[in-house]
């Protein structure tokens, strides 16, 4: 099934349509995307980078359509200070954004290396604050002092980000946004760091900031997965006004991981008609480099990326295999992604005549059950799939 329009390659229930689902939505500016997977990824365990690794990332993510590559941290490791220097130096399309704490050592590090945009952090919740030391005079000098070190060293645009905004004391929060606006701030980002926040709470408390901060100020939308939400918390941080969304490939990160750019993407133009900024058709391609460069790999069904989407073994759902709105939601166009037949102990007459014509072998009709019962029988005593190699000896044999 081939079709030009996004129209006609999704195949989502008509009640998304409903006027209350579709109306919240501000669909005259196009959601863009923050990517993080460089350091808020790299926090996933285990992973671990090099340079190389992060520029080939980078440069790929460029590809996909991604606004803004965060570099990095420099002053972590000498090879990450290398990472942020190639990537500035790469000349991609994407903006490339610094991190830093709300320190001056670690801006003067970017500015050093040439940054010209950062995001700068520091705790904003009585939580975070007290396992810090942290009291809350002293946030808003740092916030303050940080911004004014930053925008008046070269620093293009600064993001102001307050860690675990989302169990801030409300008030607090306001004046911290505030506070770095009026010290040079361009840009806010509302963070929900331990992935705690409701869906339609991201969507009220993104409401109430955009109310304190004035519809100039652009805002960011950074959240974790901790409850399996982290898609739908980014949705309904636009639906609530939020400009730009934050997260990563994969949806890699610490403990449950960041919201997935590509998942997000994906849910805001086919299910909300949103525009957004990425082109999809790279999202597979990109999600296995950085599988490869951090030395793990997702689950087959995972959303977008996921190695069998689109591979179907089942006879019952091979049956309908020529009609795909009958089994998919959207189409694979979408996604760059190969619709195939595979056979196993799942199977049925359907994949037998498809995998077939496939591979161009003629099984005459008296012969196809026999053939389904072998494919059968290796799949269940070896617990596997019944490769095309495997599957001509059986056409050949009988």
Avoid at 4 to 24: F, G, M, Y
Avoid at 130 to 138: D, I, L, N, P, T
Avoid at 302 to 312: C, H, I, Q, S
Wanted: with cysteine.
């Amino acid at each position: 099934m081939s079709s030009n329009t996004l129209e006609d390659k999704v195949w989502t229930a008509e009640i998304n349509q409903h006027e209350s689902i579709q109306s919240p939505f501000d669909r005259s500016k196009t959601v863009r995307f923050y990517d993080t997977t460089l350091r808020d990824g790299e926090q996933s365990v285990g992973v671990c980078f090099d340079p190389e690794e992060k520029f080939n990332i980078a440069c790929k993510l460029a590809e996909l359509g991604i606004g803004r590559i965060e570099s990095g941290f420099p002053r972590v490791s000498e090879d990450d200070t290398k990472a942020v220097e190639r990537i500035l130096a790469a000349g991609l399309s994407s903006e490339i954004w610094g991190f830093a704490r709300c320190v001056i050592a670690d801006i003067d590090a970017h500015i050093e290396l040439g940054t010209e945009y950062l995001l700068i952090e520091i705790s904003t919740s009585d939580l975070k604050m007290e396992a810090y030391g942290f009291s809350r005079e002293k946030v808003l000098e740092r916030v303050v002092n940080a911004v004014k070190h930053a925008k008046g060293n070269g620093i293009k645009k600064v993001n102001f980000f307050a860690v675990d905004s989302t169990r801030s004391d409300l008030d607090f929060l306001k004046s911290v946004y505030e506070a770095a606006l009026e010290a040079g701030a361009d840009e806010i980002s509302v963070v929900d760091t331990i992935g705690a926040c409701a869906p339609e709470a991201v969507e009220w408390l993104i409401r109430e900031v955009k109310s304190w901060v004035g519809s100039d100020i652009p805002v960011h939308w950074h959240g974790h997965n901790d409850f399996g939400l982290a898609c739908a918390s980014a949705v309904a941080a636009v639906r609530g006004g939020a400009d730009w969304i934050q997260g990563t490939i994969n949806g890699m990160g610490e403990r449950a991981g960041n919201a997935d750019i590509c998942e997000v993407a994906l849910a805001l133009k086919c299910l909300y008609n949103v525009p957004v900024e990425l082109d999809l058709t790279h999202a597979r391609e990109v999600s296995r480099l950085v599988q490869e460069a951090g030395g793990y790999k997702v689950d087959g069904w995972k959303p977008v990326v996921g190695e069998y989407l689109y591979t179907r073994e089942s006879g019952a759902v091979a049956n309908q295999f020529h009609i795909p709105a009958a089994i998919e939601p959207y189409s694979s166009d979408i996604v760059a992604a190969e619709r195939r037949i595979v056979l196993g102990k799942k199977s049925g007459l359907s994949n037998v005549d498809l995998k077939g014509k496939e591979l161009g072998l003629d099984i005459p009709e008296d012969k196809r059950g026999a053939v389904l019962q072998e494919v059968k029988d290796i799949s269940v005593k070896h617990s596997r799939l019944v490769t095309d190699d495997e599957f001509r000896e059986i056409v050949a044999a009988l």
